[in-house]
């Protein structure tokens, strides 16, 4: 408990700046804050807790987003810097459309309904699915034996929507954390029964953790396909040229090393290359 404490309270803590982009390039006029004419960098917001997608090594953050935001940021020509907001804090900010502090969101991000009544998305650039976790005792087969089990989720996530739709609104045995973190260290702790989440992350804690014995199950009946987006505020002038960008990259051979890189497997980019 404590070395986690620790090192959970410095991913939290931690404002790590990434800054990169090789070429100082002008992002004046197309959304990104700041006023003048003068060279902009564009602001990210991510919640580094969701490994091996976004987290914190040391100060750093690092992930297959991380490494995806670099490769589309590139190629839209644009410098930027990414921070680490935690995840309600980067939604209340790109909810306020023109006054957010951030220019945009990458955090693994599904893009649904709900969220652009509120936001912008880009186009879509990884094709995900929620999946459960539990001990390896716990023989879980499918998301419906979870209705009466305790169940961790990170709130506001799909994966809260889903287990809420199962399990009831009111539940009190749906449990709800700030950051997907906690909500593996109370499965840790016996807390819950089970954490859903998304499929990369639950197979990653699988695999980093081989002595606790954990289990991962697939439940493609009541888990559906998602699709991450970047996440912009309503009427962002980026949405364009990142949406160029994210189009060229997620049909490269540098994508696919790159997921290969942080998920072990090359993907299967069939459906997500049909996207808009
Ligand atoms: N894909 C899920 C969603 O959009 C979970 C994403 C959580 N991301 C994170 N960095 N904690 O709701």
Redesign the pocket.
Known sequence: MGKRSWILGAAVLVLALTACGDKGDEASGDGSSGSGGETKVVKIA?????AP??SMDKDKIVGLDVDFLDAVMKEAGLSYELQNTG?DPLFADLGKGEKSSFDAAI????I?EDRQKTFDFSIPYFE?V?MILTKEDAKVADALELKDKKVAV?G?????DLMKGIMGDSSTSLKRFD??TLALMELDQGGVDAVV??FAVVQAFVQNNPDMHYAAAYDKTNFAP?Y?GIMLPKGSGLKPKIDAAVEKVRASDEYKAMYKKWIGVEPDTTDLLKTK
């Open positions: 991510t919640d580094a807790s969701y997608m976004e995840w955090s693994s991000i599904s649904t995900s929620n990170q506001a996530t799909t994966a809260e950051s997907n989440a998304d998602e991450y």
